[in-house]
């Protein structure tokens, strides 16, 4: 197939996912199963976001940090009856899966085990996925909150595309991805390939591991505030987001950089002969040239000019992040 042609099909894909429905094959991201009786009261206390409060049939995101609160990978959780699915970063599956072994001590009841090889994970994405989503038997968590998921015949469908697209994750064995994903393609759906959503990814700014999840960077400076909960108590990384969070401290934040020309991830993002900042991201469509960026918060924020080596560039806002002070 022709680079052109390649071109138009993946530009036709990210409208898709916008403005119709795309499907888009995330089976490579980790799966692992948490499970006995402590599952809750562990994964509390070792993340971000407050799992007392979920029941089942409900999840969200949360981060995983270290001690100093450096973040680990962005998870999605998903509360089932018997245990808890985390849906990792590709990156971050064995990873996470030693990292949350070291906290396991000998009276916990706690189980870890990655299911990832034996299920498989598909993303609907789109204006038009609540159509696909009501044909696959999952109608009743249309409207409800992220994270919210039910069972149809062994398959979870969950809300939330991973995106800040509207959409769903569905997860389900392996064995069963094949049928399922011609179903979604025979209702409409349009394939939108890993490099599609890499683009897509940039364009909204979620946050990846080893471009915006790194040792340099905490989950406030990320933007990633409806993972964090101020109320949980006690949990590891707590104290300094809490002291960051109660004297306003964050020194960078994470941005959306439009730019008139390509750029080098890495590369530093500067004020004049001032240098402001550092490339995480970056991505080329046909609308133009596009970045993530971490740009210290004193330099200032949307509307802001920039360079990043010989491009130009102007800070916009992307929908996956907030910078807004919880109120």
Partial sequence: MSTSATDDQHTAAIQAATEGVAVCDRSHWGRIRVSDDDRIRFLHNQSTNDFHSLKPGQGCDTVMVSSTARTIDLVTAYILEDAVLLLTSPSRRELLMQWLDRYIFFADQ?????????????????????????????GAIIGQAYGNHQLVNGVMIAVGSGLATPGYTIIMPAAQKEKIWQQIVALGAVELTNSAWETLRILQGRPAPDAELTDDYNPLEVGLWQTISFNKGC?????????????????????????????????????????VGKLTSYTATVNGHFGLGYIRSKAGGIGLKVQIGQAEGEVVKVPFVSHQYPQ
């Fill in 110 to 138: 706690v189980q870890l085990t990655d299911v990832t090889d034996e299920t498989s994970t598909l993303s609907l994405m789109g204006a038009q996925s609540h159509n696909i989503v009501e044909k696959l038997g999952a």
């Fill in 235 to 275: 949990y590891i990384g707590q104290e300094t987001i809490a002291r960051l969070n109660t004297y306003k401290g964050i020194k960078k934040h994470l941005w959306g950089i439009r730019l008139n020309a390509p750029a080098s991830v890495g590369s530093a993002i500067a004020i004049g002969d001032e240098k």
